[in-house]
């Protein structure tokens, strides 16, 4: 059956798979599993002549909160739009006051304040929570046994496959559905239904899944605010003078709101926001495994997480890749808009003048690596960036990129646009190591097919392998021959990628407190067993 495509149909909704040689099949979040020489799927499954393969996107949501006296739904509106630069596809605001208010909008088409802006003035209460989200449709109105409440959540839930079928079996019934799948919002609201209190409910949500959670959960009495057991995903307080409350994934969306930042929420942490006042429910764990590439790529550069400013580990990684480099050019420049900071600190250290061979057209154009599809990725990453001829024609140009993952984009659109306008030559450098290992914990990259960097080594090794442990060795022949292989691949002159000892550097925190798995496999992991038990229970 390896190459049959198959139609899966559920409430009048039809997704096309198609099944790969390893059959662990979840490219479309279906419950469709292999077992021995079965196919286990909750749904029918029928032959399909016009497959249309289906692409994965990078999960970045943003999240605001915000508890006030008065109306909250404008301080609502531009501090949910404030995360706009993670996610462009979906949006949605909850508003509590005499009864609950819920807009979704897709915003793939249209910047977040201009979809919402009919619909806020009409949102009345003094609480609400909004969410950018790329995958699932939120936040989700929720009518259960602890009351009704929305919830939004940002992370990506790994195991969802294996929940949603023991759920199923019993007796689950979902009626959030779409051409992505099952919601993963309503997922997690049936396990927060497993508590014996609300509080204790989503607390219980990270004894059963495998990825991270950050979440928002509105009620009448206030606002739930949980950060992920593990803290990969950020919550950060704020208070304004007349006592509002504001809690958002994004330290920069206080700021000009007028909010002043009180504290981050630790990992695990749950807090309890009411008009006036907020209490801590659950304290803080003491394990941390905040996300590297909120540093390095994902995050705004005005925010800060852990205390560590943005902006400041970008300039410090641009700072320890020109200490590492011998290159005579004669500009740095950052790819816009991530890669901007890590020039500034390459060029601060060497000394070499910082220009700007590339600039972005910032009106409607947003994150090249966000958009469902490689199409639309490739587009928008070929209309965005416009080259300046006049900077680039016969100088010898150095760039600075946040990363290289697929380097598709990098390839096609930046390089090639650089050549074509009569650079002498062309040096890329990477702020990040170069990731090895399909993302967990975010829906970024989700096999290893994606990434160049396994595309190298399988070339390499003339066949595809999963022994690479020679080549996350910097300093080993096997590392220098696949730094080679994607210098030859991207079209540059030479090319250099951080050092992960240098990058945690940058970051400035312990290694145990940053989430590496990307780039080493390992990370710290759930108790298997205990997770299993508590499967099993459900």
Same mark, same amino acid.
């Given at each position: 059956?390896?190459?049959?495509?198959?139609?899966?149909?559920?409430?009048?909704?039809?997704?096309?798979?198609?099944?790969?040689?390893?059959?662990?099949? +979840?490219?479309? +979040?279906?419950?469709?599993?292999?077992?021995?020489?079965?196919?286990?799927?909750?749904?029918?499954?029928?032959?399909?002549? +016009?497959?249309?393969?289906?692409?994965?996107?990078?999960?970045?949501?943003?999240?605001?909160?915000?508890?006030?006296?008065?109306?909250?739904?404008?301080?609502?509106?531009?501090?949910?739009?404030?995360?706009?630069?993670?996610?462009?596809?979906?949006?949605?605001?909850?508003?509590?006051?005499?009864?609950?208010?819920?807009?979704?909008?897709?915003?793939?088409?249209?910047?977040?304040?201009?979809?919402?802006?009919?619909?806020?003035?009409?949102?009345?209460?003094?609480?609400?929570?909004?969410?950018?989200?790329? *995958?699932?449709?939120?936040?989700?109105?929720?009518?259960?046994?602890?009351?009704?409440?929305?919830?939004?959540?940002?992370?990506?839930?790994?195991? *969802?496959?294996?929940?949603?079928?023991?759920?199923?079996?019993?007796?689950?019934?979902?009626?959030?559905?779409?051409?992505?799948?099952?919601?993963?919002?309503?997922?997690?609201?049936?396990?927060?239904?497993?508590?014996?209190?609300?509080?204790?409910?989503?607390?219980?949500?990270?004894?059963?899944?495998?990825?991270?959670? /950050?979440?928002? !959960?509105?009620?009448?009495?206030?606002?739930?605010?949980?950060?992920?057991?593990?803290?990969?995903?950020?919550?950060?307080?704020?208070?304004?003078?007349?006592?509002?409350?504001?809690?958002?994934?994004?330290?920069?969306?206080?700021?000009?709101?007028?909010?002043?930042?009180?504290?981050?929420?630790? %990992?695990?942490?749950?807090?309890?926001?009411?008009?006036?006042?907020?209490?801590?429910?659950? %304290?803080?764990?003491?394990?941390?495994?905040?996300?590297?590439?909120?540093?390095?790529?994902?995050?705004?550069?005005?925010?800060?997480?852990?205390?560590?400013?943005?902006?400041?580990?970008?300039?410090?990684?641009? !700072?320890?890749?020109?200490?590492?480099?011998?290159?005579?050019?004669?500009?740095?420049?950052?790819?816009?808009?991530?890669?901007?900071?890590?020039?500034?600190?390459?060029?601060?250290? /060497?000394?070499?003048? &910082?220009?700007?061979?590339?600039?972005?057209?910032?009106?409607?154009?947003?994150?090249?690596?966000? %958009?469902?599809?490689?199409?639309?990725?490739?587009?928008?990453?070929?209309?965005?960036?416009?080259?300046? %001829?006049?900077?680039?024609?016969?100088?010898?140009?150095?760039?600075?990129?946040?990363?290289?993952?697929?380097?598709?984009?990098?390839?096609?659109?930046?390089?090639?646009?650089?050549?074509?306008?009569?650079?002498?030559?062309?040096?890329?450098? /990477?702020?990040?190591?170069?990731?090895?290992?399909?993302?967990?914990? !975010?829906?970024?990259?989700?096999?290893?097919?994606? &990434?160049?960097?396994?595309?190298?080594?399988?070339?390499?090794?003339?066949?595809?392998?999963?022994?690479?442990?020679?080549?996350?060795?910097?300093?080993?022949?096997?590392?220098?021959?696949?730094?080679?292989?994607?210098?030859?691949?991207?079209?540059?002159?030479?090319?250099?990628?951080?050092?992960?000892?240098?990058?945690?550097?940058?970051?400035?925190?312990?290694?145990?407190?940053?989430?590496?798995?990307?780039?080493?496999?390992?990370?710290?992991?759930?108790?298997?067993?205990?997770?299993?038990?508590?499967?099993?229970?459900?």
């Amino acid at each position: 059956m390896v190459g049959a495509s198959f139609s899966w149909h559920s409430v009048g909704l039809t997704t096309q798979i198609k099944s790969k040689t390893h059959w662990r099949i +979840d490219e479309a +979040d279906l419950t469709l599993i292999r077992v021995g020489s079965k196919l286990t799927c909750p749904f029918s499954l029928e032959p399909c002549n +016009d497959f249309q393969p289906i692409e994965r996107n990078l999960i970045m949501s943003g999240l605001c909160g915000v508890v006030s006296k008065g109306n909250c739904s404008e301080t609502l509106l531009f501090g949910t739009d404030y995360h706009s630069h993670l996610g462009n596809e979906l949006a949605g605001m909850a508003v509590c006051g005499e009864s609950f208010t819920k807009k979704i909008r897709d915003i793939s088409k249209g910047q977040f304040k201009s979809r919402f802006e009919e619909d806020y003035p009409r949102m009345l209460g003094g609480m609400g929570i909004g969410v950018i989200s790329d *995958k699932d449709a939120q936040p989700l109105l929720i009518h259960s046994r602890f009351g009704t409440y929305a919830l939004a959540v940002a992370g990506f839930v790994e195991n *969802k496959n294996e929940l949603t079928q023991m759920l199923f079996q019993r007796g689950a019934v979902f009626t959030e559905t779409s051409g992505r799948g099952i919601n993963s919002i309503e997922i997690l609201a049936k396990l927060i239904e497993k508590g014996e209190d609300f509080t204790s409910g989503l607390e219980i949500v990270f004894d059963y899944i495998q990825g991270s959670a /950050s979440m928002l !959960a509105l009620t009448r009495d206030g606002v739930y605010a949980v950060r992920d057991r593990l803290g990969r995903t950020p919550l950060i307080l704020g208070e304004r003078e007349d006592g509002a409350y504001m809690v958002a994934t994004e330290r920069s969306a206080l700021m000009n709101l007028d909010f002043d930042p009180i504290r981050e929420l630790g %990992p695990g942490e749950i807090v309890f926001i009411q008009e006036g006042k907020y209490r801590t429910l659950r %304290p803080p764990r003491q394990l941390c495994q905040t996300c590297a590439f909120l540093w390095i790529y994902t995050g705004y550069p005005a925010s800060c997480y852990e205390g560590v400013s943005v902006e400041q580990v970008r300039e410090r990684c641009g !700072a320890f890749l020109a200490k590492r480099d011998t290159v005579e050019v004669d500009l740095v420049a950052g790819v816009p808009d991530s890669g901007m900071g890590h020039a500034v600190g390459y060029a601060m250290e /060497s000394r070499i003048p &910082l220009r700007r061979p590339l600039v972005k057209y910032t009106p409607g154009y947003g994150r090249s690596y966000i %958009p469902p599809t490689q199409i639309i990725r490739d587009h928008v990453a070929k209309m965005k960036l416009i080259a300046v %001829p006049e900077i680039i024609k016969g100088n010898r140009v150095l760039i600075c990129e946040d990363s290289i993952v697929r380097g598709t984009q990098l390839k096609n659109f930046t390089v090639k646009k650089l050549w074509n306008a009569g650079a002498k030559e062309v040096h890329v450098r /990477s702020a990040c190591p170069p990731p090895m290992f399909p993302c967990r914990f !975010a829906l970024s990259t989700r096999s290893v097919d994606e &990434l160049i960097t396994r595309r190298a080594i399988n070339d390499i090794e003339g066949e595809v392998t999963e022994n690479i442990e020679k080549y996350l060795d910097p300093d080993s022949p096997e590392y220098a021959k696949m730094i080679d292989w994607i210098c030859k691949h991207l079209d540059v002159t030479t090319l250099r990628y951080q050092r992960l000892d240098d990058m945690i550097e940058a970051i400035g925190l312990p290694k145990d407190r940053i989430c590496h798995y990307c780039w080493t496999g390992e990370s710290e992991e759930y108790n298997a067993n205990s997770r299993q038990e508590k499967l099993d229970l459900l």
